[in-house]
């Protein structure tokens, strides 16, 4: 059973790089698309983009200009940054993996951190 | 980008009775709908994917339908564990969008 751990800060001042990385244990990430989501009161779910694990990305348009994301296959982690943070990035950020986005779902998440933009 | 209405935004009911939740895409998604359920302090869990298809693990009384772009997420005798909320997502195009979510409140 393939778990998640989402690891990172839980206070980024404004304007910073908000970076968070996501430990995958009980299974590899070869073969998987590596997903970040973030959750907040004012704007539900929103799906952040992902990363596969041959390293190709697909984010999400509306901040496309502001993210960076990368996978450490020996580590079987990976990674999402996140620059000029504002109050707006304040969330509860989910990693989750899936085999197949349109088969299977995010079929597998992390418990979340909560991240909190504010100086 | 693909919006996502939910409907209704929450719903008060009593073990045993039949809930229904729906979820209507702006444009044809195909069968590429996921639902989740999602508990406080917790994470979504998939319980169904390709609109229809029940995740290993998830009771029977979880069930999903679709017709032309409305989609429909039916618990046909909820349960005590049942009550968290519910949130649809298309899988059809980029970026994946969800909807704005179903409370399932106890009565």
């Known amino acids: 059973q393939m778990n998640l751990q989402e690891s990172g800060p839980g206070l980024v001042r404004p304007s910073e790089t908000l970076s968070l990385t996501c430990t995958v244990s009980g299974g590899s990430i070869d073969v998987h698309y590596c997903n970040w989501i973030r959750q907040s009161p004012g704007r539900g779910l929103e799906w952040i983009g992902y990363i596969y694990y041959d390293g190709s990305t697909k984010f999400n348009p509306s901040l496309k200009t502001r993210i960076t994301m990368s996978v450490d296959r020996s580590e079987n982690q990976f990674s999402l940054k996140v620059n000029s943070v504002a109050a707006a990035d304040t969330a509860v950020y989910y990693c989750?993996?899936?085999?197949?986005?349109?088969?299977?779902?995010?079929?597998?998440w992390g418990h979340g951190t909560s991240v909190t933009v504010s100086s | 980008d693909i919006q996502m209405t939910q409907s209704p935004s929450s719903v008060s009911a009593s073990v045993g009775d039949r809930v229904t939740i729906t979820c209507r895409a702006s444009?044809?998604?195909?069968?590429?709908l996921a639902w989740y359920q999602q508990k406080p302090g917790e994470a979504p869990r998939v319980l169904i994917q390709?609109?229809?298809n029940l995740q290993s693990g998830v009771p029977s009384r979880f069930s999903g339908s679709v017709s032309g772009t409305d989609f429909t997420l039916t618990i046909s005798s909820l349960q005590p564990e049942d009550f968290a909320s519910y949130y649809c997502?298309?899988?059809?195009?980029?970026?994946?969008?969800f909807g704005g979510g179903t409370k399932v409140e106890i009565k």
């Open positions: 997502q298309q899988a059809n195009s980029f970026p994946l969008t």
């Open positions: 390709r609109a229809t």
């Open positions: 444009q044809g998604i195909g069968i590429w």
């Open positions: 989750a993996t899936s085999k197949g986005l349109q088969f299977y779902g995010l079929d597998v």
